[in-house]
């Protein structure tokens, strides 16, 4: 069974900074993008990042460039998200996605999807 | 303002059909597949269709997708009071990119 589980989520201070991690479990993590999505509270679903199979790229929605890092460790089938300079907006339940962007000819993404999602960790950026 | 259009709310009678449209542009849905999520309050958000009309294993077949355009479509039959969640549509944006993923706002499904 295909498992997500995130955690280091809490409340942090404006410009402080956050780690938040995500163990997998069920499937080869080795074999997949990953991708961070984030839900403020009585909103919307936000993509956040992604990152390859072998860490050689990764993508950020423009409003946490700069400030936030995903990486992952194969090795140990995690992945993560380094937060800093948090700001209120940033306020959010952050679910770890399995990310099944598929890349044809010359780079284009043929498909994409998301397939399985943890339950969230909630991240409160007040003071 | 999210980039992908969906109606806030839509609501049926249990054994009815629903449809919860998505729209977007060229650049989004226009040239590339769609996804649709399913999520009850408090718990993560559940893949129902994905590359625009297929439907993974364990989703009924009363859950249907279909694509148009710049438009999509996710359709519900047989409504039942277990239906009752937010829906959000999805797809990437620019197929050059792996990085932008772009959800339309979430509707939610009310069951009467």
């Known amino acids: 069974e295909v498992q997500l589980v995130e955690s280091g989520g809490g409340l942090v201070q404006p410009g402080g900074s956050l780690r938040l991690s995500c163990v997998a479990s069920g499937f080869t993590f080795s074999n997949y993008w990953m991708s961070w999505v984030r839900q403020a509270p009585g909103k919307g679903l936000e993509w956040v990042a992604n990152i390859k199979q072998d860490g050689s790229e990764k993508n950020y929605v423009d409003s946490v460039k700069g400030r936030f890092t995903i990486s992952r460790d194969n090795a140990k089938n995690s992945l993560y998200l380094q937060m800093n300079s948090l700001r209120a907006e940033d306020t959010a339940v952050y679910y770890c996605a399995r990310d099944r962007l598929v890349r044809g000819l010359f780079g284009v993404v043929n498909t994409r999807w998301f397939d399985a999602w943890g339950p969230g960790t909630l991240v409160t950026g007040s003071s | ?112």
Not at chain 2, 15 to 31: A, E, H, L
Not at chain 2, 77 to 95: I, K, N, P
């Open chain 2, 1 to 112: 303002q999210s980039v992908l259009t969906q109606p806030p709310s839509v609501s049926a009678a249990p054994g009815q059909k629903v449809t919860i449209s998505c729209s977007g542009s060229s650049s989004n849905i226009g040239n590339n597949y769609v996804s649709w999520y399913q999520q009850f309050p408090g718990t993560a958000p559940k893949l129902l269709i994905y590359e625009n009309n297929k439907r993974p294993s364990g989703i009924p077949d009363r859950f249907s997708g279909s694509k148009s355009g710049t438009s999509a479509t996710l359709g519900i039959t047989g409504l039942q009071t277990g239906d009752e969640a937010d829906y959000y549509c999805g797809t990437w944006d620019r197929s050059l990119s792996a990085g932008p993923w772009v959800f339309g706002g979430g509707t939610k499904l009310t069951v009467l």
